[in-house]
């Protein structure tokens, strides 16, 4: 993997930090397009199901038919998936690395990640050459992500996430800030809804709905609308009623919120007005 050097005051978005970015060490076929509309996707490394949903079904496919190029962390977790969720979508995406990139601990698994995203149009980047990763290079990563991105949208974290550094970076930099939902009985929830109650950032919610009709469904989650049609129920009744597991019922309950499918209020749930199940 051929890696180069740029000078930061030539990288779009870094001037506005405070603290210089002296240059960029990078893989990939440079160009300043992929920064023309661009926006970070960060989270927990602790994704649970419901995040990866979110990313992968809704919120990065959704930015890359807006042609946005995505931008993220590579770490595990939500980074790598809004990563990879972009490229499968045919669309760009930039990691920020927090550590360097000819740095000798990056592991055969992150390499291959990272050739696969040069090789698909994306970019590489680091404020490193052979730096390791440490307590400190994250939260300097975080913020060239914020620098360089137009929006910031926080799926999952915990209430001492590293994301919600990005997050911070992003209000500091006048950045739009979106924050993802969650259970509230979600610790990794606890950063995103955090944001949301002190207006940090916006609800994001999914623009695109979801076809109400019974054949058009999820048939995954079709047993949930039939339940659902003729009685508003909780989730542990629910999870009685379809011997399934809380945890599966619940990402997937949050999910069907987010879309509109369904409406909760007061720990119930029940299918919106109009969506109704057809026979």
């Known amino acids: ?33 992929i920064f023309t509309h661009t926006a970070a996707v960060v989270g927990s490394r602790r994704m649970t199901q419901y995040g990866q949903r979110v990313v992968e079904e809704k919120l990065v496919p959704q930015l890359v038919s ?25 669309g760009r995406t930039v990691a920020v690395l927090g550590f360097g990139l000819k740095w000798p601990g990056i ?17 590489v ?17 975080d913020r060239i992500m914020a620098a360089l991105a137009q929006e910031i949208y926080v799926v999952e974290a915990a209430a001492k996430s590293g994301s919600l550094i990005t997050a911070e970076w992003g209000v ?20 995103t809804n955090r944001l949301i109650a002190d207006g940090k950032a916006q609800m994001w ?25 003729n009685e508003t129920l909780g989730i542990d009744d629910l999870a009685r009623k379809l ?10 309950l ?3 919120v987010l879309s509109g499918e369904i409406i909760e209020k007061e720990g119930k749930y029940f299918l919106g007005s109009g969506n109704w199940v057809k026979r």
């Open 1 to 33: 993997m051929e890696i180069k050097r740029i000078e930061g005051r030539k990288v779009a978005g870094l001037a506005a930090l405070l603290q210089p970015v002296d240059e960029l060490w990078y893989s990939g076929e440079w160009d300043e397009g």
């Open 66 to 90: 807006g042609g946005v190029t995505v931008i993220s962390g590579m770490m595990y977790g939500v980074d790598q998936a809004a990563h990879r969720a972009c490229m499968e979508c045919g």
């Open 107 to 123: 592991s055969t698994n992150d390499l291959r990640f990272m050739d696969e995203i040069v090789k698909k149009g994306g970019l």
């Open 125 to 141: 980047v680091s404020e490193w050459e052979n730096q390791p990763g440490t307590l400190w290079t994250f939260p300097m990563r």
């Open 172 to 191: 500091k930099l006048g950045r739009k800030v979106w924050a993802v939902p969650g259970p509230v009985t979600s610790k990794v929830s606890e950063g």
């Open 205 to 229: 919610l999914p623009q695109q709905q979801i076809s109400l009709s019974l054949k058009d469904r999820d048939t995954n989650n079709a047993e949930i609308y039939a339940m659902l049609q």
């Open 243 to 252: 011997k399934r597991p809380v945890e599966e019922l619940g990402a997937k």
């Open 254 to 256: 949050s999910l069907l």
